[in-house]
């Protein structure tokens, strides 16, 4: 859940200066109260010898004159005693000031030209946080000296640190205390408290109470029981509660946030187990406010027709015989469609520009279909490299135009023999068991059978991880032969899971076929050698 404010420490602090900008010669006072649960810990106060005089004007506003500051200790020395006072270093310690910027401002400069040891503290602007909990109408303005009266504060400001030190601290409490029904309860919140949220939407944070700090995936709920909404997180109290701040930009979020009435988790073992969640509850249940991961199983396919005069074509219905020969899937007809073109302008075994096949298939069409299969199994540089070379050609010939529209139907058909190339080696392994070290210790395990994660698990740091690797095998969901490509499994999880199992930092613990035990062939995972991949300038052309 966090730490609760009570037990968070207060620096409130306030400073008195020439007038000057921030540096080792401007500071003339400094008066800071620490404050935890609403009780005063300790103050500090000291007047500070700039090292120059301070203007006439200064010393009318303040009353700090040359001759009080005189035997002062100087910048340096002031500073340090205040720092080693406040520890501003300590994990939830906060440094309070009001219209921070100057303060904190002051602080820094001051540290970095006298070579004092300054660590970036968590700030909060008691300037921010009054406009946030009260508007205009509720009070004339937001001058400290407005605020502390508004709040009844004991002690009046009067360009004296330590005084405007106390006064900050009373209106600190009570603008807290007006912003705890809007969510502001922890030190968690104090990041986001002064962001311009509408209250009744930063009120709805306490959806997020009672979430578990672990992984899993979150639904938002309408008043109708609908879902709104499908995300995963990694922590899904801290990523649900997130939605509530100046954190969330997006309109259309922003407005489902305010219909939003519940949050449902369901949570998961590991992180990929979660996206994995995420990515089936969009494709069953169509929520209104998701944008990708929609309709998965309509995305086309390029491959060769099985007919008598082969040609180039798109399918949603790829056996998984096929998977080895096309490229896909495209995330629209009409990016399919240019990878099309780029790839028949160059096997002509079918015009790009929708003529009859035979207008412009040569004599030899049967050695033109061997080497279409090729391109579209791995090879994808026999189109890749005649359309590089016309594209050169016509950017020789400025005619830019021209060379940017090849350039973009060949980068659909790159992107579309990527996406292949990363989703074959898993969409034909019957079964797949894979590991990787967490960041605090121990193994996570997944189990992956003909591209559908089947199970995931983690272990503990230190232990043996074979104990749990056997009761993962054991009760891994069982997952038949597909008959095609997409039919059980989206392609967007199968490219998932092998962006996590043959990552670099991934351990292939167990493939079926290896041992022999399992029955079958042994499973193969590679890569072409010249996979699309390698054509990152043109991939990258319009990312």
Same mark, same amino acid.
């Given at each position: 859940?966090?730490?609760?404010?009570?037990?968070?420490?207060?620096?409130?602090?306030?400073?008195?200066?020439?007038?000057?900008?921030?540096?080792?010669?401007?500071?003339?006072?400094?008066?800071?109260?620490?404050?935890?649960?609403?009780?005063?810990?300790?103050?500090?106060?000291?007047?500070?010898?700039?090292?120059?005089?301070?203007?006439?004007?200064?010393?009318?506003?303040?009353?700090?004159?040359?001759?009080?500051?005189?035997?002062?200790?100087?910048?340096?020395?002031?500073?340090?005693?205040?720092?080693?006072?406040?520890?501003?270093?300590?994990?939830?310690?906060?440094?309070?000031?009001?219209?921070?910027?100057?303060?904190?401002?002051?602080?820094?400069?001051?540290?970095?030209?006298?070579?004092?040891?300054?660590?970036?503290?968590?700030?909060?602007?008691?300037?921010?946080?009054?406009?946030?909990?009260?508007?205009?109408?509720?009070?004339?303005?937001?001058?400290?000296?407005?605020?502390?009266?508004?709040?009844?504060?004991?002690?009046?400001?009067?360009?004296?640190?330590?005084?405007?030190?106390?006064?900050?601290?009373?209106?600190?409490?009570?603008?807290?205390?007006?912003?705890?029904?809007?969510?502001?309860?922890?030190?968690?919140?104090?990041?986001?408290?002064?962001?311009?949220?509408?209250?009744?939407?930063? !009120?709805?944070?306490?959806? +997020?109470?009672?979430?578990? &700090? #672990?992984?899993? $995936?979150?639904?938002?709920? *309408? =008043? /109708?029981?609908?879902?709104?909404?499908?995300?995963?997180?990694?922590?899904?109290?801290?990523?649900?509660?997130?939605?509530?701040?100046?954190?969330?930009?997006?309109?259309?979020?922003?407005?489902?946030?305010?219909?939003?009435?519940?949050?449902?988790?369901?949570?998961?073992?590991?992180?990929?187990?979660?996206?994995?969640?995420?990515?089936?509850?969009?494709?069953?249940?169509?929520?209104?406010?998701?944008?990708?991961?929609?309709?998965?199983?309509?995305?086309?396919?390029?491959?060769?027709?099985?007919?008598?005069?082969?040609?180039?074509?798109?399918?949603?219905?790829?056996?998984?015989?096929?998977?080895?020969?096309?490229?896909?899937?495209?995330?629209?007809?009409?990016?399919?469609?240019?990878?099309?073109?780029?790839?028949?302008? !160059?096997?002509?075994?079918? +015009?790009?520009?929708?003529? &009859? #096949?035979?207008? $412009?298939?040569?004599?030899? *069409? =049967? /050695?033109?279909?061997?080497?279409?299969?090729?391109?579209?199994?791995?090879?994808?540089?026999?189109?890749?490299?005649?359309?590089?070379?016309?594209?050169?050609?016509?950017?020789?010939?400025?005619?830019?135009?021209?060379?940017?529209?090849?350039?973009?139907?060949?980068?659909?058909?790159?992107?579309?023999?990527?996406?292949?190339?990363?989703?074959?080696?898993?969409?034909?392994?019957?079964?797949?068991?894979?590991?990787?070290?967490?960041?605090?210790?121990?193994?996570?395990?997944?189990?992956?059978?003909?591209?559908?994660?089947?199970?995931?698990?983690?272990?503990?740091?230190?232990?043996?991880?074979?104990?749990?690797?056997?009761?993962?095998?054991?009760?891994?969901?069982?997952?038949?032969?597909?008959?095609?490509?997409?039919?059980?499994?989206?392609?967007?999880?199968?490219?998932?899971?092998?962006?996590?199992?043959?990552?670099?930092?991934?351990?292939?613990?167990?493939?079926?076929?290896?041992?022999?035990?399992?029955?079958?062939?042994?499973?193969?995972?590679?890569?072409?050698?010249?996979?699309?991949?390698?054509?990152?300038?043109?991939?990258?052309?319009?990312?």
């Amino acid at each position: 859940m966090g730490t609760p404010l009570r037990e968070v420490t207060f620096v409130v602090v306030d400073l008195e200066t020439t007038g000057g900008g921030p540096g080792a010669h401007a500071i003339t006072e400094i008066g800071a109260v620490k404050v935890r649960g609403g009780v005063v810990d300790s103050e500090f106060s000291t007047l500070v010898n700039p090292g120059a005089a301070i203007p006439a004007q200064i010393t009318v506003m303040t009353g700090i004159t040359n001759a009080m500051v005189a035997g002062a200790p100087p910048v340096g020395q002031a500073l340090a005693a205040f720092l080693d006072w406040a520890d501003l270093t300590a994990p939830t310690t906060v440094a309070v000031a009001h219209n921070a910027r100057f303060d904190l401002g002051h602080l820094r400069g001051a540290a970095r030209a006298l070579g004092l040891d300054w660590h970036e503290p968590a700030v909060l602007d008691t300037l921010a946080l009054a406009r946030r909990a009260w508007p205009r109408t509720s009070v004339p303005n937001h001058k400290l000296g407005t605020l502390a009266a508004f709040v009844g504060s004991p002690t009046t400001p009067a360009h004296r640190a330590l005084d405007d030190a106390r006064a900050t601290m009373d209106v600190l409490h009570a603008a807290l205390e007006a912003l705890g029904p809007q969510g502001v309860t922890h030190f968690e919140d104090l990041s986001t408290a002064t962001d311009p949220v509408p209250s009744s939407r930063r !009120v709805k944070s306490r959806l +997020a109470d009672g979430l578990p &700090a #672990a992984p899993g $995936v979150y639904q938002f709920l *309408s =008043p /109708a029981g609908q879902v709104l909404y499908v995300g995963s997180a990694v922590n899904l109290h801290r990523r649900v509660r997130s939605y509530f701040t100046a954190a969330e930009k997006r309109t259309k979020v922003a407005r489902m946030l305010d219909t939003t009435v519940a949050v449902r988790t369901i949570e998961t073992p590991t992180e990929l187990e979660a996206r994995v969640r995420e990515l089936r509850l969009i494709a069953e249940l169509d929520p209104p406010v998701n944008r990708r991961s929609r309709s998965p199983r309509r995305r086309p396919w390029l491959c060769l027709s099985a007919t008598p005069h082969p040609h180039l074509a798109l399918t949603t219905a790829l056996p998984l015989a096929e998977a080895g020969c096309a490229v896909g899937p495209f995330p629209s007809r009409t990016a399919a469609r240019e990878a099309q073109r780029a790839a028949e302008s !160059v096997l002509r075994l079918d +015009a790009w520009d929708g003529r &009859a #096949a035979r207008s $412009v298939r040569r004599n030899d *069409s =049967p /050695a033109d279909a061997d080497t279409a299969l090729r391109a579209l199994s791995g090879e994808i540089d026999l189109v890749a490299g005649p359309l590089l070379a016309r594209i050169a050609e016509l950017s020789a010939a400025e005619r830019y135009e021209e060379a940017g529209l090849w350039t973009r139907r060949l980068r659909a058909l790159l992107l579309g023999a990527c996406r292949a190339e990363k989703a074959r080696p898993l969409l034909t392994c019957p079964h797949l068991l894979a590991a990787r070290r967490r960041e605090g210790g121990g193994w996570e395990l997944v189990d992956v059978r003909w591209g559908r994660l089947a199970g995931s698990a983690v272990t503990p740091p230190g232990a043996d991880p074979r104990p749990t690797i056997a009761t993962l095998r054991a009760t891994a969901q069982v997952v038949d032969r597909p008959a095609r490509v997409g039919a059980d499994t989206s392609v967007e999880e199968t490219a998932l899971l092998a962006d996590w199992v043959l990552d670099a930092g991934a351990r292939l613990v167990e493939i079926e076929g290896d041992d022999g035990d399992a029955g079958g062939e042994p499973a193969t995972l590679c890569w072409p050698v010249g996979a699309a991949a390698r054509h990152r300038r043109v991939i990258d052309a319009e990312g």
